[in-house]
């Protein structure tokens, strides 16, 4: 009885810290304000290890809320933009490959850590591969919110700058859908769990948020399944997601968070450079405003990079696309690729 109310109280202390952070506006609030809140409780000594159950139910709410996004609409607004967004796909593997680079060779880290560091967005994904696969996650975290922060506080100026401005704020994506009928979300999660279990057999990194990725996709582009998840589970799900990572920090070490630093500063530059270069050509291939397609190419988060383009007056659905393209590619591609490079990385060791 005691192990069932020391995990309630820290269920409860992570739900608050995310809370406070959403009072605050912080970007990925319930993700990033409950992960802080676990670690500091971690640091009072009471708290106690995640049961995997818990994490796994995480991932599968998590993964089943980012699938929603892919609804009938959004895949035909896919198809206004086609060569834009090819530059899109061919731009976060170069944003990626530039900054892995940075941190392999200048900064010295291991392979399968930089590239979970380099992915431009998706940020839950990836702190949630990062720990599923046992990668050093306060190191990818502080490179992944670094990055974010400096672009939350600097895009803003730089699209002012530019000139940007009048698209239609009333086209964010997924504004005013419904929340999914009981037994549509029953569907995707089971299919998700079951497809998440035949992922475990095949060793993907994270199968669980993988699988469940992928039925909701599927289910909501070709609408058997409408609307999205019940917001108050979605975020019960990131609250947990942020739990399960802040017992990865609570080890972490001053020198270990210095490196990171100079290491996030070094990837952020090398990237945001990558990403104008592609914004550009973006912006003369789909005839939008450079100040679109730079926030459309900008290594941030979907939320925060969508929310961004409304408050600038800019398109959120040109913006919106393209961070939904990355975020669900992202999504799809990195379990498997970080997989890969573990499975080489003990091969080479052998």
């Not at 708290?47 to 035909?76: C, F, K, Q, W």
């Amino acid at each position: 009885m005691r192990l069932i109310l020391a995990h309630l109280a820290q269920i409860l202390i992570a739900g608050l810290g995310g809370l406070v952070f959403y009072w605050l506006g912080v970007p990925a609030a319930w993700l990033s304000g409950s992960a802080i809140a676990a670690t500091l409780w971690g640091l009072s000594g009471f708290a106690v290890p995640m049961p995997r159950a818990l994490a796994d139910t995480a991932m599968l709410v998590s993964g089943a809320a980012m699938g929603a996004a892919v609804t009938p609409e959004a895949i035909a607004a896919m198809g206004r933009y086609p060569g834009s967004l090819a530059l899109l796909v061919i731009g976060v593997f170069a944003i990626s490959f530039a900054s892995t680079l940075w941190l392999t060779r200048i900064s010295g880290w291991r392979k399968a850590d930089a590239v979970l560091a380099s992915v431009p967005g998706a940020l839950s994904t990836v702190l949630a591969v990062a720990a599923d696969r046992k990668a050093d996650v306060p190191s990818v975290a502080i490179v992944q919110n670094l990055r974010l922060f400096v672009l939350i506080a600097l895009l803003p100026s730089v699209v002012v700058a530019t000139g940007g401005g009048g698209g239609n704020p009333n086209a964010l994506i997924g504004q005013g859908m419904p929340v999914e009928s009981p037994g549509g979300m029953a569907l995707v999660l089971a299919g998700g769990l079951a497809l998440g279990m035949v992922f475990n057999q095949l060793k993907v990194a994270a199968p669980v948020l993988l699988g469940a990725t992928i039925v909701s996709s599927v289910s909501h582009g070709a609408e058997w399944v409408t609307g999205v998840i019940p917001p108050v589970i979605a975020t019960g799900g990131l609250v947990l997601i942020g739990l399960f990572i802040a017992e990865r920090f609570r080890n972490i070490q001053r020198s270990t968070l210095q490196r990171a630093l100079v290491a996030a500063l070094g990837s952020f530059g090398v990237g945001m450079g990558v990403a104008v270069v592609f914004a550009v050509l973006a912006a003369w291939l789909a005839g939008v405003s450079f100040a679109n397609s730079l926030v459309a190419f900008a290594p941030g988060g979907l939320e925060a990079m969508t929310v961004l383009a409304l408050i600038l007056g800019l398109d959120p659905l040109y913006v919106g696309i393209h961070h939904l393209v990355r975020f669900l590619g992202i999504g799809l591609v990195l379990p498997f690729l970080i997989g890969w490079l573990q499975r080489r990385r003990l091969a080479d060791a052998e």
